[in-house]
């Protein structure tokens, strides 16, 4: 475009306003409005929905209160005569069978992982690896046995830890603290050992120094969020494992290990690199056992296993089943293992360590002993007795607790807590009664055995029954509060619509619909307030502000009510639909209708279980729904076609040449969606689900060969991404300057490129494929990333200080022709239609101030205009898209190519039906291109390799230019959280000024 004089011409811009203004159309902010009342609006409006979500989460994220009360050695819960009997020193309740236990913790041991199959010819990576397990337990059969270590969710390690230490139930609210760890304020393992002078030591994992603050007589912590590391910790406590055991300077002795639970994170199970895990472990168990002493308990345990993608946090069958293997030199089992191991909850471990170490069970334990590891000296009776004993003291106390529990909540069930109790009065009273009978010798043998055995399974029937009730009761939702947050959230997005559909009319609207509702909350917040202080009721924020929401939310709709009549009445409007045909508003309602009714049926469909397990694949379905919707209802209107009046082409000829360009957008779309599919994550409820062979990192490939070719496909797509960048760019003429931005698009894309390129090349080898240049390695895994995340940051930082791309000069330089001269700022709607307002009207101003200042009257060439705010944010969502990509595994870029596409695809269609509709108006936006581009970001969300699932989450990402542990948890949750969402932030992003649209001229 030229320019002459004081002035520039916008003549020939043939680019829809809406395009630029998508984003804005949203709300249609008055362009002559105050800032505040519309800032105010946006903020009451943001407090509706963080109110509304906040209720939400009250009610979905399950709780339990946890008890501050202590176990002690004086409580009353040893049954007589035993209570009466001396105790040996050190025990408490019952004599302890080992003065040392050593528990190895091997993080994400899977039960396959420790199950041994000869008859496997050619084994898996991860199987027939931890062979001197199985060789202890033929060989021995009495003094090992392997158990199925049952987890109960959710399966990250925090939780998992502590349900190991305390005995109780941890709920999915305490997922959010995983990374985050406070301490454990209530009764466990490790404080019951040092309260009753025992010591603790610790090696491995350092989420348990959050955990067990000044818990651990010596200790050493390893670094252990960087899941990309496999060796730290498992050599740091190789280190240190032997001299301490020989040393014998402690009583419980915790080692966790991680390497396993990081080869499956980074490589997955079947992977050589897990064999190689494995086989470390197996030889670590080898050496330890020849260390231990005779009175030494050996307990190896996973915490949770891990799915086939090497993740882990739900509640699948991989994941839960974990591997429990017990060894003592001295002889521990009265009888043969059975056939198939046993599956024992993970919560059993606790009581079961706590007696056979003789110190109090933790308070608020609901686990079950092994009693089988409490045999006697081979009589079945004594050995019976035994047994009796420990079940006994461990009903009392898990009774002791479910009243302690039910007097401060109300989560258990009146009538189930009554069955308890009697069923285990009953249990206590002919226990009492038995023992009687044997004072008095009135019970042979072979009966006195039988009853033994009948009333310990007694008690194993109370303890099941309370922990089933237990788990039942605290997975149980808040179905009120869900209504009520759904609600809240439903009625906000109400009003967000009636708000762009007002503000179209009144200028003063921001400013007129505060006052009420904002009066409305206050009183009811301060209503609400008083009625806590009188009644002396404990303060619940989240209800308070909820109240206030919902309060706002029926004064802003009391207002409306009365105020839209008024308003229309003042205008002199008549109702839209009054004067036009039936048909006419059948075309006006389905207008509406279909994208609205996709809209309400995806929000509603969401309370269906089988809706949100499948919805990996309906969004993509919907999506491709509502475009067929939109070419039907174009075709309905005629608007495909020629026009009446011109000569009428027969079959297809007489499609329009835009409808046959709107029609092919319309099937690379498809193919779009249809290839977006095979990135996708699995979850556990689709049990024959195989997860895409996209979703690993090339380092998890094995053939060579087709490593190499992956990454060379995966570098020239981001070379290809550049290049239409820049071709775009130069074509729309927002490349003919030497501006800092213009010079980074030319340079700093090729080197952000190559950086990422020479990243993937690093991070893909394997661990020991490079030999002595490995350290050097390590320094480019992090120094790549860095020098990615750099050039992102000085580029995203150009744009901000300096966002336009337009190249204007003195046509006097070189040969050109003088065109229409400015005609000043247009004035009529009828010229408004013909540019993009305000955004040109400004550019107008500010290269008509710049002329005269350099008191130009010669005619200026002015190059970009066209796409000068388009240009900016290409250049954004291309480094934006650089540095998502780089927090993804390699192949996943080929889904963000994928992604880039489609939007592209979708604003051309949208802009097409636009322009075939006839629709001129710049501020409008139908509501199918809204909600397309909600369904699309959505549908990326899975075809980027996600999941709303905690296995699914990507925690590699919080290490991209990262070796070591971060001191804080908001850059990994910056990170992860980018990760995650990236197809929202994308869409998000592109949304506002709609640069994707990539200034289609039409």
């Given at each position: 475009m030229q320019c002459t004089g004081q002035g520039l011409v916008l003549a020939g811009v043939h680019h829809l306003a809406w395009v630029e203004l998508w984003g804005?159309?949203?709300?249609?902010?008055?362009?002559?409005?105050?800032?505040?009342?519309?800032?105010?609006?946006?903020?009451?409006?943001?407090?509706?929905?963080?109110?509304?979500?906040?209720?939400?989460?009250?009610?979905?994220?399950?709780?339990?209160?946890?008890?501050?009360?202590?176990?002690?050695?004086?409580?009353?819960?040893?049954?007589?005569?035993?209570?009466?009997?001396?105790?040996?020193?050190?025990?408490?309740?019952?004599?302890?069978?080992?003065?040392?236990?050593?528990?190895?913790?091997?993080?994400?041991?899977?039960?396959?992982?420790?199950?041994?199959?000869?008859?496997?010819?050619?084994?898996?990576?991860?199987?027939?690896?931890?062979?001197?397990?199985?060789?202890?337990?033929?060989?021995?059969?009495?003094?090992?046995?392997?158990y199925r270590f049952v987890a109960d969710p959710p399966t990250a390690t925090m939780q998992r830890i502590k349900g190991l230490t305390t005995g109780s139930l941890p709920t999915f609210i305490d997922v959010g603290s995983n990374f985050a760890t406070y301490a454990i304020q209530e009764d466990n393992l490790l404080a019951q050992l040092v309260q009753n002078g025992r010591r603790v030591v610790f090696m491995g994992d350092d989420t348990w120094e959050g955990l067990f603050p000044k818990k651990f007589f010596r200790s050493y912590f390893f670094p252990s969020f960087n899941v990309k590391d496999l060796h730290t910790v498992d050599n740091g406590i190789l280190q240190y494992l032997y001299p301490t055991v020989n040393s014998g300077e402690w009583d419980l002795l915790i080692a966790h290990f991680l390497g396993v639970d990081h080869c499956g994170h980074k490589h997955g199970p079947d992977h050589p690199?897990?064999?190689?895990?494995?086989?470390?472990?197996?030889?670590?168990?080898?050496?330890?056992?020849?260390?231990?002493?005779?009175?030494?308990?050996?307990?190896?345990?996973?915490?949770?296993?891990?799915?086939?993608?090497?993740?882990?946090?739900?509640?699948?069958?991989?994941?839960?089943?974990?591997?429990?293997?017990?060894?003592?030199?001295?002889?521990?089992?009265?009888?043969?293992?059975?056939?198939?191991?046993?599956?024992?909850?993970?919560?059993?471990?606790?009581?079961?360590?706590?007696?056979l170490l003789g110190v109090p069970i933790p308070y608020s334990n609901i686990g079950e002993v092994m009693a089988e590891l409490f045999s006697g000296d081979g009589d079945t009776v004594s050995?019976?007795?035994?047994?009796?004993?420990?079940?006994?003291?461990?009903?009392?106390?898990?009774?002791?607790?479910?009243?302690?529990?039910?007097?401060?909540?109300?989560?258990?069930?009146?009538?189930?807590?009554?069955?308890?109790?009697?069923?285990?009065?009953?249990?206590?009273?002919?226990?009492?009664?038995?023992?009687?009978?044997?004072?008095?010798?009135?019970?042979?043998?072979?009966?006195?055995?039988?009853?033994?055995?009948?009333?310990?399974?007694?008690?194993?029937?109370?303890?099941?029954?309370?922990?089933?009730?237990?788990t039942q009761s605290w997975a149980r939702f808040h179905p009120l509060r869900m209504v009520g947050g759904c609600t809240l959230i439903a009625a906000s997005c109400l009003l967000c619509y009636v708000a762009s559909e007002l503000a179209t009319v009144s200028d003063s609207f921001y400013r007129s619909c505060l006052l009420y509702p904002l009066l409305w909350g206050l009183v009811t917040a301060v209503l609400r307030g008083l009625a806590y202080v009188f009644t002396q009721e404990e303060l619940d924020l989240l209800l308070l502000l909820s109240s206030a929401a919902a309060a706002s939310l029926l004064g802003f709709f009391w207002q409306w009510w009365g105020w839209h009549p008024k308003r229309a009445r003042l205008l002199g409007s008549q109702p839209p639909l009054a004067s036009i045909g039936l048909r006419q508003r059948l075309r006006v309602w389905l207008g509406l209708a279909f994208p609205m009714g996709i809209l309400l049926f995806r929000c509603g469909a969401m309370f269906s279980d089988s809706?949100?397990?499948?919805?990996?694949?309906?969004?993509?379905?919907?999506?491709?729904?509502?475009?067929?919707?939109?070419?039907?209802?174009?075709?309905?209107?005629?608007?495909?076609?020629?026009?009446?009046?011109?000569?009428?082409?027969?079959?297809?000829?007489?499609?329009?040449?835009?409808?046959?360009?709107?029609?092919?957008?319309?099937?690379?779309?498809?193919?779009?969606?249809?290839?977006?599919?095979?990135?996708?994550?699995?979850?556990?409820?689709?049990?024959?689900?195989?997860?895409?062979?996209?979703?690993?990192?090339?380092?998890?490939?094995?053939?060579?060969?087709?490593?190499?070719?992956?990454?060379?496909?995966?570098?020239?797509?981001?070379?290809?991404?550049?290049y239409a960048v820049r071709s775009w760019l130069r074509h729309y003429g927002n490349l003919n300057s030497s501006d800092p931005v213009v010079l980074f698009v030319r340079w700093g894309f090729p080197l952000v490129v190559l950086c990422i390129a020479c990243y993937w090349a690093v991070a893909s080898s394997a661990e020991d494929s490079l030999g002595k240049l490995q350290e050097l390695v390590q320094v480019a895994v992090i120094a790549f990333p860095w020098a990615v995340y750099g050039l992102a940051s000085i580029g995203l930082l150009l744009l901000l200080c300096h966002p336009m791309t337009v190249f204007a000069k003195d046509s006097r330089e070189s040969a050109g022709s003088i065109v229409t001269p400015y005609q000043g700022i247009p004035s009529s709607k009828v010229d408004l239609l013909q540019v993009i307002p305000q955004i040109y009207k400004r550019m107008q101003?500010?290269?008509?101030?710049?002329?005269?200042?350099?008191?130009?009257?010669?005619?200026?060439?002015?190059?970009?205009?066209?796409?000068?705010?388009?240009?900016?944010?290409?250049?954004?969502?291309?480094?934006?898209?650089?540095?998502?990509?780089?927090?993804?595994?390699?192949?996943?870029?080929?889904?963000?190519?994928?992604?880039?596409?489609?939007?592209?695809?979708?604003?051309?269609?949208?802009?097409?039906?636009?322009?075939?509709?006839?629709?001129?108006?710049?501020?409008?936006?139908?509501?199918?291109?809204?909600i397309s581009w909600l369904l699309a970001a959505s549908q990326f969300f899975y075809s980027t390799g996600h999941q709303p699932v905690f296995p699914a989450i990507h925690w590699n990402a919080a290490f991209v230019g990262f070796h070591l542990d971060h001191s804080t948890n908001l850059l990994p949750a910056v990170l992860v959280g980018a990760n995650t969402f990236a197809s929202h932030i994308l869409f998000a992003g592109s949304w506002l000024p709609s640069a994707p649209a990539l200034a289609l001229c039409v």
């Amino acid at each position: 475009m030229q320019c002459t004089g004081q002035g520039l011409v916008l003549a020939g811009v043939h680019h829809l306003a809406w395009v630029e203004l998508w984003g804005l159309s949203l709300s249609v902010f008055p362009r002559r409005m105050q800032r505040w009342p519309v800032l105010l609006f946006l903020a009451w409006v943001c407090f509706l929905f963080f109110s509304g979500i906040g209720l939400f989460m009250s009610g979905f994220l399950l709780t339990r209160i946890e008890l501050a009360n202590s176990s002690s050695c004086s409580d009353p819960l040893v049954p007589p005569p035993w209570d009466k009997q001396s105790l040996p020193p050190g025990s408490c309740w019952v004599p302890r069978r080992f003065p040392k236990v050593v528990l190895v913790i091997i993080d994400a041991l899977r039960f396959e992982f420790a199950l041994f199959n000869p008859a496997k010819v050619n084994p898996l990576p991860y199987e027939n690896k931890l062979s001197f397990l199985h060789h202890l337990a033929t060989s021995q059969p009495h003094h090992a046995r392997l158990y199925r270590f049952v987890a109960d969710p959710p399966t990250a390690t925090m939780q998992r830890i502590k349900g190991l230490t305390t005995g109780s139930l941890p709920t999915f609210i305490d997922v959010g603290s995983n990374f985050a760890t406070y301490a454990i304020q209530e009764d466990n393992l490790l404080a019951q050992l040092v309260q009753n002078g025992r010591r603790v030591v610790f090696m491995g994992d350092d989420t348990w120094e959050g955990l067990f603050p000044k818990k651990f007589f010596r200790s050493y912590f390893f670094p252990s969020f960087n899941v990309k590391d496999l060796h730290t910790v498992d050599n740091g406590i190789l280190q240190y494992l032997y001299p301490t055991v020989n040393s014998g300077e402690w009583d419980l002795l915790i080692a966790h290990f991680l390497g396993v639970d990081h080869c499956g994170h980074k490589h997955g199970p079947d992977h050589p690199e897990m064999a190689k895990k494995l086989t470390q472990m197996n030889e670590m168990l080898r050496s330890l056992v020849d260390h231990l002493g005779n009175d030494t308990l050996l307990l190896v345990a996973g915490d949770h296993g891990m799915t086939e993608t090497g993740d882990h946090g739900g509640d699948s069958q991989r994941e839960v089943n974990a591997a429990l293997f017990v060894y003592s030199k001295t002889p521990l089992f009265g009888t043969d293992p059975p056939k198939e191991p046993e599956a024992i909850p993970q919560v059993n471990l606790v009581p079961t360590v706590a007696l056979l170490l003789g110190v109090p069970i933790p308070y608020s334990n609901i686990g079950e002993v092994m009693a089988e590891l409490f045999s006697g000296d081979g009589d079945t009776v004594s050995e019976a007795l035994q047994q009796l004993l420990v079940y006994h003291i461990n009903a009392k106390q898990v009774d002791r607790f479910l009243h302690s529990y039910s007097l401060v909540a109300q989560d258990l069930p009146a009538e189930q807590l009554q069955h308890l109790q009697e069923l285990f009065s009953s249990a206590v009273e002919e226990h009492i009664q038995l023992l009687a009978q044997m004072q008095r010798a009135m019970l042979m043998s072979p009966e006195l055995e039988s009853k033994l055995r009948s009333l310990i399974s007694r008690f194993q029937l109370y303890l099941r029954q309370a922990r089933a009730v237990c788990t039942q009761s605290w997975a149980r939702f808040h179905p009120l509060r869900m209504v009520g947050g759904c609600t809240l959230i439903a009625a906000s997005c109400l009003l967000c619509y009636v708000a762009s559909e007002l503000a179209t009319v009144s200028d003063s609207f921001y400013r007129s619909c505060l006052l009420y509702p904002l009066l409305w909350g206050l009183v009811t917040a301060v209503l609400r307030g008083l009625a806590y202080v009188f009644t002396q009721e404990e303060l619940d924020l989240l209800l308070l502000l909820s109240s206030a929401a919902a309060a706002s939310l029926l004064g802003f709709f009391w207002q409306w009510w009365g105020w839209h009549p008024k308003r229309a009445r003042l205008l002199g409007s008549q109702p839209p639909l009054a004067s036009i045909g039936l048909r006419q508003r059948l075309r006006v309602w389905l207008g509406l209708a279909f994208p609205m009714g996709i809209l309400l049926f995806r929000c509603g469909a969401m309370f269906s279980d089988s809706f949100v397990v499948a919805e990996a694949q309906v969004a993509p379905f919907l999506l491709a729904s509502l475009v067929m919707l939109l070419i039907g209802k174009l075709h309905w209107d005629g608007r495909l076609t020629v026009p009446e009046g011109h000569k009428q082409p027969i079959g297809f000829s007489s499609y329009r040449k835009e409808s046959w360009h709107l029609l092919c957008l319309v099937t690379v779309l498809l193919v779009c969606l249809r290839l977006s599919g095979f990135f996708h994550q699995c979850r556990e409820e689709i049990p024959h689900c195989r997860p895409s062979v996209f979703l690993p990192p090339l380092a998890s490939l094995r053939n060579t060969r087709a490593k190499n070719l992956f990454y060379l496909l995966c570098v020239a797509l981001l070379a290809g991404l550049v290049y239409a960048v820049r071709s775009w760019l130069r074509h729309y003429g927002n490349l003919n300057s030497s501006d800092p931005v213009v010079l980074f698009v030319r340079w700093g894309f090729p080197l952000v490129v190559l950086c990422i390129a020479c990243y993937w090349a690093v991070a893909s080898s394997a661990e020991d494929s490079l030999g002595k240049l490995q350290e050097l390695v390590q320094v480019a895994v992090i120094a790549f990333p860095w020098a990615v995340y750099g050039l992102a940051s000085i580029g995203l930082l150009l744009l901000l200080c300096h966002p336009m791309t337009v190249f204007a000069k003195d046509s006097r330089e070189s040969a050109g022709s003088i065109v229409t001269p400015y005609q000043g700022i247009p004035s009529s709607k009828v010229d408004l239609l013909q540019v993009i307002p305000q955004i040109y009207k400004r550019m107008q101003e500010s290269e008509k101030s710049r002329l005269e200042r350099r008191s130009c009257r010669a005619t200026v060439a002015a190059y970009g205009l066209g796409s000068v705010y388009s240009a900016a944010l290409v250049v954004a969502l291309t480094l934006l898209g650089f540095l998502l990509m780089l927090l993804h595994a390699e192949r996943l870029s080929l889904a963000f190519l994928l992604l880039f596409l489609e939007a592209f695809v979708l604003l051309h269609i949208h802009t097409r039906a636009r322009s075939l509709a006839g629709d001129t108006e710049p501020f409008s936006v139908p509501w199918f291109a809204v909600i397309s581009w909600l369904l699309a970001a959505s549908q990326f969300f899975y075809s980027t390799g996600h999941q709303p699932v905690f296995p699914a989450i990507h925690w590699n990402a919080a290490f991209v230019g990262f070796h070591l542990d971060h001191s804080t948890n908001l850059l990994p949750a910056v990170l992860v959280g980018a990760n995650t969402f990236a197809s929202h932030i994308l869409f998000a992003g592109s949304w506002l000024p709609s640069a994707p649209a990539l200034a289609l001229c039409v």
